[in-house]
């Protein structure tokens, strides 16, 4: 598996299982039914945020966006976002991406990652940021409408990287 910065030739290996996992109504908030252009803008952010693909074999199955969580006086937390293509899932894929992204956020001077937004459901990636060192600091109740159990909630996560 390579992980690298994702440049713009790779948006349309991504939006396929961008729009996939969005629709599914599962893990992300987004509006569905995004075009291609529309939702290149969700994810294909540009500085300060950083953008990576993970492949295997040239073929993309994962990315990630990582930048400051908030501006001005936040900016010196990370946050980030994950997503890896359902047919690429239990390959590890994810954990590498988080490694990736912690290493990155180091790298720039962030003091700590905090993730606004997990769906409690979310059952693989709850376990992955636990075992990253990510803690649960609150769970908003009945913040996301999940496609298979309703209004559930949403999780804070977060760690210190220094």
């Known amino acids: 598996m390579i992980i690298r910065d994702a440049i713009d030739s790779d948006w349309p290996a991504i939006y396929p299982f961008f729009s996939e996992i969005v629709a599914a109504g599962r893990t992300y908030a987004y509006p569905e039914e995004l075009s291609l252009d529309e939702a290149r803008a969700w994810w ?68 700590a990652m905090q993730f606004n937004a997990v769906v409690e459901r979310n059952d693989a990636a709850v376990h992955l940021w636990k075992s990253l060192g990510f803690e649960v600091i609150g769970t908003v109740p009945e913040a996301y409408n999940h496609s298979d159990y309703g209004l559930v909630g949403l999780h804070v996560m977060y760690r210190r990287l220094f």
Request: proline fraction near 7%; hydrophobic fraction near 40%; glycine fraction near 14%.
């Open 44 to 111: 294909m952010v540009g500085p300060p945020d950083r953008v990576a693909v993970a492949t295997i074999d040239g073929v993309v199955v994962g990315s990630a966006k990582m930048g400051p969580n908030r501006p001005g006086r936040g900016k010196h937390v990370a946050t980030a976002s994950f997503m890896v293509d359902p047919r690429s899932q239990g390959q590890g894929v994810g954990r590498a991406l988080a490694h990736e992204v912690i290493e990155w956020s180091r790298e720039q001077g962030f003091r």
